[in-house]
């Protein structure tokens, strides 16, 4: 894979995540945030990158976590 494409998933994955902080709802920060951990995880695999991949593991599961779990009742 050339350099320059290797390069633009990372640029991509930058993108992404940045923007993600611009969505007042949620969910979509969650699901933006999930899009670009995953390009993340792509650009880590791409350069061969363990902490790269192993933090947006990480990330992705927070925000998939955080994005469906159950909400817990009010006042606990």
Do not use: D
Request: proline share 5%; charged share 10%; aromatic share 14%.
């Amino acid at each position: 894979m050339s350099h320059v494409l290797i390069e633009s998933v990372g640029w991509a994955a930058t993108a992404v995540f940045v923007g993600s902080y611009f969505f007042a709802r949620p969910s979509v920060l969650r699901s933006v945030q999930m899009l670009g951990a995953v390009l993340w995880f792509t650009y880590g695999l791409l350069i061969n990158s363990s902490p790269v991949i192993v933090a947006n593991v990480l990330v992705f599961s927070a925000a998939a976590w955080t994005l469906f779990r159950k909400p817990s009742p009010r006042g606990v």
